[in-house]
């Protein structure tokens, strides 16, 4: 496997479906799946020892759960992009797990293909946020708008970084977009993530859907 291989760990109390995910990112050749869990305990364990880039977690697990092994994986500062694969399309379900720093959501039946896309989406930096995850969350906020909070403190150049991440764009599509440099459009990701106390690129795009922030 080459440097630009993607690392998947694998993280499902379903054998056989551990087994079928497996079998089709085996063919890619640019995945490897470098490990599996069957439950978000071990999965984080795993997560810890081999590293890997991404990591497919379930949601619902007898014992720890995939929103509790999200919420652990953050506190151990494990880099991994969690790419949710669930069975469940409850909104109630699948917000928790983006609350909790996830990358994005596929479901279980979601096209191989598509699942391979994802994998590589989040890799490269994107956050999956679907148009109905957007209505749901405004739906909760009741008014259809969270209060701006601290996003007062933002530079108008902080805000359009903001938009673009609300919009799914990598860091390197936003050098592109707004003609900055890569590192330029880190900086202003850290400073937006410093300023509105949050932990990573997921909840600044699901701060910035619940607070009408648009590019």
């Not at 379930?58 to 991994?80: Q, S």
């Not at 994998?119 to 969270?146: C, F, K, M, N, Y």
Request: hydrophobic residues 40%.
């Amino acid at each position: 496997m080459g440097d630009a291989t993607i690392k998947v760990l694998l993280v499902d109390d379903h054998q056989v479906v551990r087994r079928g995910l497996r079998t089709f990112l085996e063919i890619q050749p640019d995945i490897e799946v470098v490990g599996e869990a069957g439950d978000g305990a071990d999965g984080v364990e795993l997560a810890e020892s081999l590293r890997p880039d991404v990591v497919l977690m379930d949601v619902k697990m007898p014992g720890t759960d995939g929103i509790e092994a999200l919420r652990m994986l953050k506190e151990r500062g494990n880099p991994a992009k969690v790419l949710v694969v669930t069975s469940f399309t409850e909104h109630r379900t699948v917000v928790p797990a983006l609350r909790a720093g996830a990358a994005g959501y596929v479901y279980k039946d979601v096209d191989p293909e598509a699942l391979a896309g994802a994998i590589r989406s989040v890799h490269a930096g994107h956050v999956l946020l679907q148009p109905e995850l957007a209505e749901a969350l405004l739906a909760e906020d009741g008014t259809g708008r969270a209060p701006q909070g601290r996003g007062g403190t933002l530079t108008e150049r902080e805000q359009e970084v903001l938009g673009l991440i609300a919009d799914g764009r990598s860091n390197r599509e936003i050098a592109r977009a707004l003609t900055l440099s890569e590192k330029t459009v880190k900086t202003h990701v850290s400073n937006i993530l410093m300023k509105l106390d949050l932990q990573d690129r997921t909840q600044a795009a699901l701060w910035a859907v619940r607070n009408g922030i648009k590019r």
